[in-house]
């Protein structure tokens, strides 16, 4: 009887942890459900948040490309034809285009860095040089804007970011300072060592921007507002995440009519 007993408990308890062990497989994969569902939330209100900035951010510089062909068609067929004004069409079609194409890279950018396992391969980089690669690929928008820029970092300066990153981030930052900024103005860059983070500065004399559009730049929901959602676009989200994955911080000083200062951190090589 004894016996017998025993071996009932003893299946009893095999029982129970087969019992335990069914259930925490059961728990780790509801766990896992719970992290894909939250991941496909994720990807779902990317993809809207993609939509309704395409709608605005494209619809002006393909307006623009629209207009611009047509009068060069209706010049086409003058007789008069003045050649002077059509280059000019032609150049305002080239540079909506370019406008059309960049925010298109800027979108498959945004949506490889939501991604699980984005490729981030952060590298020492000297921030000079990293700053004037980018700037060079910018100097014909800021000359056909008539605005200066100027790069005041020091060369004896060092960080470890992600270059292709980083180039995102200061392209669309300072594209975004000229594109805001009126002829003869001036966009800034200087950059410290903030602990073990290097403090940038991109300062422009541009129009500046109200309370309202600054206290929302970097929120993760786009405001519906025209004169926000113009000013935010796909760059900035891009900017912000770009300088998250980094573990720095961004931040805007703005007033209208008094330009904008863009402040973010990136680490310093050790």
């Known amino acids: 009887k004894l016996k017998a007993q025993g071996e009932l408990e003893h299946l009893n308890q095999e029982l129970e942890n087969k019992i335990k062990e069914r259930t925490k497989e059961l728990e780790d994969a509801n766990k ?45 067929k003058s007789e008069k034809a003045d050649k002077e004004e059509m280059i000019q069409f032609t150049r305002i079609i080239n540079n909506a285009s370019t406008k ?4 298109l890279n800027e979108l498959v950018e945004l949506a ?30 800021a000359e056909q804007n008539d605005v200066k820029l100027e790069n005041n970092v020091s ?14 981030i200061i392209q669309n930052l300072v594209t975004n300072s000229i594109k805001f900024t009126p002829a003869s103005g001036i966009v800034t860059i ?23 559009v600054r206290e929302n730049l970097f929120k ?41 200062l863009f402040i973010f951190t990136i680490p310093a090589v050790d």
Request: hydrophobic letters at 40%; glycine letters at 6%; charged letters at 30%.
């Open 100 to 103: 059309v194409m960049t925010q």
């Open 32 to 76: 896992d459900i719970s992290i894909y569902n939250s991941e496909l939330e994720k990807l779902s209100q990317a993809k809207d948040k993609f939509i309704s900035v395409i709608s605005h951010d494209l619809r002006n510089p393909i307006s623009t490309i629209l207009a611009s062909s047509d009068a060069l068609i209706d010049l086409t």
């Open 112 to 141: 490889k860095s939501k991604r699980i396992g984005k490729i981030f391969n952060p590298v020492e980089l000297n921030l000079w040089e990293a700053i004037n690669e980018s700037l060079q690929l910018l100097e014909a928008l």
């Open 155 to 168: 060369a004896a300066l060092f960080i470890k970011a992600d270059k292709t990153m980083f180039r995102s």
């Open 220 to 260: 993760d929901k786009f405001p519906t507002s025209e004169e926000k959602s113009k000013k935010i676009g796909m760059g900035l989200e891009l900017v912000k995440d770009f300088v998250q994955k980094h573990k720095g911080t961004i931040t805007v000083e703005s007033e209208l009519g008094k330009g904008s």
């Open 190 to 212: 200087e950059a410290g060592e903030k602990g073990n983070m290097v403090e940038i500065r991109i300062q422009d004399t541009g129009m500046g921007m109200s309370e309202e």
